[in-house]
């Protein structure tokens, strides 16, 4: 288990997944692990795991709750060093009719609910006790290239990494760090319902592992696997040749595509 200075930190999404294993980890090193999620049953379930780990209920998309929350965590603890915010959903839009409200669900978690935990957070990071505290917003490597069916998730998560790369210049005078982590695919319950290759497919616990490793160093930005990244490059160098190897391709017939087109 990898070794940690004390801490409070305040993991989002942690009933299942990447946070779940975060939570479980961090709480191992003997941190203060307040763990949030909407799943009472499953946060439970966690805090019986490690006596580290405390559950806190909310839905980060609830404006006027998240207020409650902040009085909550307030009273679990003065002040906190670290939050991890990995709360996220992800819907896929499905042509040629897409469920348009999809976009603003997906934004209402990724980004919106995000931004609320964001704000709650700040008043008890200033009273850290560490040198620097420290905001860690897990985004995703989707930002890096366009991927079909993926507007909303990719636009929230690519909001997400603006907000955060805008919020550390701000928050550089108060001495609060501010990290984006860019994960590939880990095999969790949400990348599950996936019904398309995920290339270079990571299992959740050493996900949670090169993540507590890397952010360590307090890096601006970490992005993984490298071998994801390096692929996703392409996308920028050779954008057609990308949007040839990722588009769906058209099931209408060759000879049916002739007499549309007057041929």
Same mark, same amino acid.
């Given at each position: 288990?990898?070794? @940690?200075?004390?801490?409070?930190?305040?993991? @989002?999404?942690?009933?299942?997944?990447?946070?779940?294993?975060?939570? $479980?980890?961090?709480?191992?090193?003997?941190?203060?692990?307040?763990?949030s999620a909407r799943n009472?049953?499953?946060?439970?379930?966690?805090?019986?795991?490690? &006596?580290?780990? %405390?559950?806190?209920?909310?839905?980060?998309?609830?404006?006027? *709750?998240?207020?409650?929350?902040?009085?909550?965590?307030?009273?679990?603890?003065?002040?906190?060093?670290?939050?991890? $915010?990995?709360?996220?959903?992800?819907?896929?839009?499905?042509?040629?009719?897409? =469920?348009?409200? *999809? !976009?603003?669900? /997906?934004?209402? /978690?990724?980004?919106?609910? %995000?931004?609320?935990? /964001?704000?709650?957070?700040?008043?008890?990071?200033?009273?850290?006790?560490s040198d620097r505290a420290?905001? !860690?917003?897990?985004?995703?490597?989707? @930002?890096?290239?366009?991927?079909?069916? &993926?507007?909303?998730?990719?636009?929230?998560?690519?909001?997400?990494?603006?907000?955060?790369?805008?919020?550390?210049? =701000?928050?550089?005078?108060?001495?609060?760090?501010? %990290?984006?982590?860019?994960?590939?695919?880990?095999?969790?319950?949400?990348?599950?319902?996936?019904?398309?290759?995920?290339?270079?497919?990571?299992?959740?616990?050493?996900?949670?592992?090169?993540?507590?490793?890397?952010?360590?160093?307090?890096?601006?930005?970490?992005?993984?696997?490298?071998?994801?990244?390096?692929?996703?490059?392409?996308?920028?160098?050779?954008?057609?040749?990308?949007?040839?190897?990722?588009?769906?391709? %058209? =099931?209408?017939?060759?000879?049916?595509?002739?007499?549309?087109?007057?041929?």
């Amino acid at each position: 288990m990898i070794a @940690t200075a004390r801490k409070v930190i305040w993991i @989002t999404g942690a009933s299942s997944g990447l946070g779940r294993s975060l939570a $479980l980890q961090l709480a191992a090193s003997g941190n203060q692990v307040i763990a949030s999620a909407r799943n009472q049953a499953e946060l439970n379930k966690l805090a019986e795991l490690d &006596a580290n780990i %405390t559950p806190l209920v909310c839905d980060i998309t609830d404006d006027k *709750a998240m207020d409650v929350v902040r009085d909550q965590m307030a009273q679990i603890s003065p002040q906190l060093d670290q939050v991890i $915010l990995n709360a996220g959903n992800c819907e896929y839009l499905d042509f040629p009719e897409p =469920d348009w409200a *999809a !976009v603003r669900r /997906v934004m209402e /978690v990724n980004f919106f609910g %995000t931004v609320n935990c /964001v704000k709650i957070a700040l008043p008890l990071l200033r009273k850290s006790s560490s040198d620097r505290a420290h905001v !860690v917003a897990v985004a995703s490597q989707v @930002t890096a290239a366009p991927f079909p069916r &993926a507007e909303a998730y990719g636009a929230s998560k690519a909001a997400m990494r603006y907000f955060f790369d805008s919020l550390r210049m =701000d928050l550089a005078a108060e001495d609060i760090d501010v %990290t984006v982590v860019n994960p590939g695919f880990v095999d969790t319950p949400l990348t599950r319902k996936n019904d398309f290759p995920m290339p270079f497919l990571m299992q959740v616990d050493e996900a949670a592992t090169r993540i507590i490793k890397n952010i360590a160093a307090r890096p601006r930005t970490y992005s993984f696997p490298l071998r994801l990244s390096a692929l996703l490059l392409l996308s920028k160098l050779m954008p057609g040749l990308w949007q040839k190897m990722v588009a769906p391709k %058209t =099931d209408v017939p060759a000879k049916q595509s002739e007499e549309s087109a007057g041929k």
